[in-house]
């Protein structure tokens, strides 16, 4: 009798064993596929300031009055993380299209073959800004000293190909209002990249349109553009985030629907810089 009630306390104690162990395995599984999830969120989703440029006192800007008296309707493409081997074709369809546009940087091993192409891009009348050497979330954002030995890095490996003295802008990997650099660097990080970017003569930008190309689960052209028009619909200044990387043919294959639409809805494309002026 009672080593009957002795089995049965030591299989009550092992049914609970196992139920406390599933349920943390689960726990585990949902946490780290959640910090998967966010991190794609820090990246691809619209910062939370918009794509303030405070250093021209823009914080949200509303389209510039044209002389009929209408709100002129301004779009400004930017493909950040090139050059890559899609670049070419980003060119030609700029090209063909007539449209400028800017390109945010990078010069990761990835990059290197394809920095040449900065000075086609150069050449053809696109705005070239600073994004970062190494792209590296734990490295750059570790301290403001090191994400801007990064951008002097960036400035070095770029200068064979550009006129790097002309480059004023940049954008911050994963936008100015990113958490994930409070991991390495401290909550405060991003204020104080601001301020030095301020003292540095860089102006910076996020965006408001995102075409969500360089997310996870690849979206073909079609989501592409759909997501663009889904960001884009009464805005009268767009500036629109798209990737230039060798993961990113879809988006080439988006260009041409992505441009004639912004056309047919009565935008003027502009680099960034032409358009803060
Ligand atoms: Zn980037």
Redesign the pocket.
Known sequence: MRRDNRNNRDHRLLIVWLAVSVILSVLTVWARTEERRRENLWETSIPDAGFAVPTLGMSSPEGSEGDSGAVEKICCLTF??GPSRNTQDILQILRDKKVHATFFVTAQPANEPYLPLLADIEAQGHQIAM?SAS?NYSKIYRSTTDFWLDIKELRQQISPYVSVEKIHWLRF?GGSTNTISHRYGGRSIMQELKQDAEEKDYRWIDWNVCGEDATAGHPNAARILKNIQEDAKDQPLCVVLLHDTKATGQTVKALPDIIDWFAAQGYRFCTVEEMAE
């Open positions: 950040d993380d994004h792209h990997p």
